[in-house]
């Protein structure tokens, strides 16, 4: 009766479960991937208009700090808005344009978002504070003659040198005044502890131009401190750092800083700054205001809109409605021959039924395996009764024979004399072999055939077999010769290989006629040792060699004990061999005798 299979484990709903379960996953993850990346590309973008925002007043508080106007600065600003995508727009204080990047007439964004101021501009914070500082590009009256830098960049060079030769690693670096400073790996300024072997005063000391800028500077910073208190009490002096900055007077802030009078320091440092400021003032641009916003003709780079919304479900929808058809499609066609072979073995076994095959791939493949199984399996349900039938035949006449003379013996119609008990016994050792064949296959089919196995020689083997069937080629007058190649060795089984090699020899006496001559030969190749038993006798049709290893199989059909025995010679040859690892192939012309090659894995030859 036909099985009926539940719709929930049917092939076909399991392969569309599987595929909306995929689709919904991949559409989810896709849509997870896409919120996700463009979460991501929106904070790095907003991370980048910062950047961009902090490069641009970078660039122009740079321009300011070395241009005494803001006359050039339109290429600077277009430049930048190019670079960053940005509407940049430069005014004064009272929102008079300096330069625009928008077309003429764009309205101004609402508030300022810096002020570009050289001498008041060291950071420009996130919360749009302006921080007090100098920018360290406006140096104003402190920029050196190129006579001047020329021997500062001797002197640093050979500083450098120095430190090197007691293994410092040092870099000399070009401030914007033109003065050059040599600095540590990490960016410090290289310290004065070998200032007396190295020169270090000579690049620290000022030159004319900064001397007299420093004078100068001495002079506007003297009132400020004079008006705090702070100047009467000794000479006031301003000097340079390491790093080319203007500090106040170490007597000054020492003198205070003794007498911990922070207030009195922090004032010194102020009207330094002070006048270094008023001493700037006439090199640097004035104070302007600066704008930012987004470029108007960049088109949007996200949008999120209803209407988009809309599309991404729509497609979604879409995909998911293609996936199910294709797969359901494709489902059909994977299970309809999937039934068609369900359908077949489901039939009784006495029926042959072969599965069209329609396709060419993997279920394709199937249904012709599927169709070789049958035929196999029909092949072996033919070879199973022939076999049954066989083994009946073949135990039937000795068992005849032996009940026929048992019963006329015990009728007194002939007398038990050593005749009839010699023909009796020859009987029953017909028996005896053909039960001790069946066996052997028994064992060999599961694989319990024991192999006692120790090293052999070939010559021994051929020897003793072509002894043992001496007196029946003698009888038969046939010649039995041996040949061997080098005395070959192998690890086997003597007993076994003298069984399998007597099984081939006692066939290739059945067919060879008188006069003729069967050869036992053993040569190595290689690895391997080749065993081969050629007769001369009729041979076998090549329609017949792929049988002859068959159980109870003989080229004569009428099964006469004179031309063949029992049929379960070649096959107990064949597990014999395999047992060793070896292979048996049967080769012949018809007219020119028969050729059985026995390949057996070889051995060196024992020591001693």
């Known amino acids: 009766m036909k099985r009926r299979i539940p719709l929930r484990k049917r092939l076909l709903v399991r392969l569309l479960i599987a595929t909306v379960l995929i689709a919904v996953c991949s559409v989810a993850a896709t849509a997870w991937l896409a919120v996700e990346t463009t979460t991501r ?246 104070v302007a205001e600066l704008y930012l ?41 994977l299970v309809r021959p999937l039934r068609a072979l369900t359908e077949a073995a489901q039939q009784p076994p006495d029926m042959h039924v072969r599965v069209p095959v329609t396709t060419r791939d993997e279920t394709g493949i199937l249904a012709e395996a599927f169709n070789d199984l049958t035929e196999r399996r029909e092949r072996l349900e033919s070879q199973r009764k022939a076999m049954v039938s066989d083994i009946a035949h073949e135990l039937r006449s000795p068992l005849t024979n032996i009940r026929g003379w048992l019963e006329v013996t015990r009728d007194g119609v002939v007398e038990p004399d050593a005749a009839l008990l010699a023909s009796l016994h020859e009987e029953a050792l017909v028996l005896q072999r053909v039960i001790d064949d069946l066996q052997d296959l028994a064992a060999a089919d599961a694989g319990t055939l024991h192999l006692r196995r120790e090293p052999v020689r070939a010559e021994d083997l051929l020897d003793q077999v072509a002894a043992a069937h001496r007196v029946a080629a003698d009888t038969a007058g046939v010649t039995v010769r041996t040949e061997d190649d080098g005395k070959p060795w192998l690890d086997a089984d003597p007993v076994r290989m003298r069984q399998a090699l007597g099984n081939l020899v006692s066939n290739a006496l059945r067919h060879t006629p008188a006069g003729g001559t069967v050869t036992l030969a053993a040569r190595r190749d290689g690895d391997e040792v080749v065993f081969t038993v050629a007769d001369t006798g009729s041979g076998i049709a090549p329609e017949d060699l792929p049988h002859v290893f068959e159980r109870f199989w003989r080229a004569e059909k009428s099964r006469s004990r004179r031309t063949g025995g029992s049929g379960l010679g070649l096959p107990i040859v064949r597990h014999l061999i395999a047992a060793h690892g070896g292979t048996a192939l049967a080769a012949c012309e018809p007219g020119s005798g028969a050729v059985f090659t026995l390949r057996m894995p070889g051995a060196a030859e024992p020591e001693g």
Not at 312 to 330: D, E, F, K, Q, R
């Open 41 to 286: 590309a929106l904070r790095e973008e907003q991370g980048q208009d910062l950047a961009d925002d902090m490069k641009i007043l970078a660039e122009l508080s740079g321009y300011a700090a070395t241009h005494p106007r803001w006359n050039g600065v339109q290429s600077l600003v277009r430049t930048l808005a190019a670079q960053t995508g940005r509407r940049i727009a430069l005014t004064t204080t009272d929102r008079t344009p300096i330069a625009d990047s928008a077309r003429k007439g764009t309205a101004l964004p609402l508030g300022a978002a810096a002020t570009v101021d050289p001498l008041h501009s060291d950071t420009y914070s996130e919360s749009g504070a302006q921080l007090t500082g100098i920018d360290p590009r406006a140096v104003g009256p402190y920029r050196l003659t190129s006579g001047e830098r020329g021997r500062l960049e001797a002197i640093a060079e050979k500083q450098r040198s120095c430190y090197s030769r007691f293994s410092i690693d040092t870099r000399i670096e070009t401030l914007p005044s033109g003065r050059p400073v040599i600095l540590n790996p990490d960016g410090t300024t290289a310290g004065d502890y070998l200032a007396e072997d190295c020169g270090y005063g000579l690049l620290g000391t000022p030159t004319r131009t900064e001397t007299k800028a420093l004078d100068a500077l001495t002079t506007g910073a003297r009132g400020c401190l004079e008006r705090h208190g702070l100047g009467s009490d000794g000479p006031l002096y301003l000097m340079l750092n390491p790093n080319g900055t203007v500090s106040s007077s170490r007597y000054v802030i020492g003198k205070y800083a003794k007498m911990g009078d922070a207030s009195a320091m922090k004032t010194a440092q102020s009207c330094a700054d002070d006048a270094l400021r008023a001493q700037l003032d006439p090199y640097v641009a004035p």
């Open 293 to 333: 916003g987004d470029d108007e003709t960049a088109p949007p780079r996200f949008d999120m809109s209803p209407a988009n919304k809309a599309k991404i479900v729509g497609a979604a929808g879409l995909v998911l409605a293609v996936t199910v058809v294709v797969t359901a499609v494709v489902a059909t066609r």
